[in-house]
C-alpha cells in the first residue's frame, strides 16, 4: 500500500503560479495528477514516468504545467504556470503499478486526499 500526501494548493490570481507537491510512501511505475472541479468528472491532468521520466500533458495544460520527480525525496511535484480560471479545482495526486492508460483514474491504485487550486480572474 502505498500513502500519497499532496501539498502546495491555494488561490491565485489569473496569471500567477503555483506548485504542488506529492509525497509517496512507496515507489510505484508513474504518478499523475488529476483534477476535478465542481459538478465535473475527474480529468487527467499530466502523468511521469517515474523509471525513465518521460512526462505526458492534457492538451489543456500543456505549455503551462510541468510535471517532475525527485527521487532522493521520492515526492511528484506540478509547477503550474499562466493559472487560468477554468484551472481551478481540487487537484488529486495519483500512483499506478503499471503505466498502461494512463489519462484513465482507472488505472491508478492510489490515490492522495486533494488540494484545492483557486484561480480569479
Known amino acids: 500500500q502505498v500513502q500519497l500526501v499532496e501539498s502546495g494548493g491555494g488561490s491565485v490570481q489569473a496569471g500567477g503560479s503555483l506548485r504542488l507537491s506529492c509525497a509517496a510512501s512507496?515507489?510505484?511505475?508513474?504518478m499523475g495528477w488529476f483534477r476535478q472541479a465542481p459538478g465535473k468528472e475527474r480529468s487527467w491532468v499530466a502523468t511521469i514516468y517515474t523509471g525513465g521520466s518521460s512526462t505526458y500533458y492534457a492538451d489543456s495544460v500543456k505549455g503551462r504545467f510541468t510535471i517532475s520527480q525527485d527521487n532522493a525525496k521520492n515526492t511528484v511535484d506540478l509547477q503550474m504556470n499562466s493559472l487560468k480560471p477554468e484551472d481551478t479545482a481540487m487537484y488529486y495526486c495519483?500512483?499506478?503499478?503499471?503505466?498502461?492508460?494512463?489519462?484513465?483514474?482507472?488505472?491508478?491504485?492510489?490515490w492522495g486526499q486533494g488540494t484545492q487550486v483557486t484561480v480569479s480572474s
Open positions: 495519483a500512483a499506478a503499478e503499471s503505466c498502461v492508460g494512463l489519462t484513465s483514474a482507472m488505472r491508478y491504485n492510489y
Open positions: 512507496g515507489y510505484t511505475s508513474c
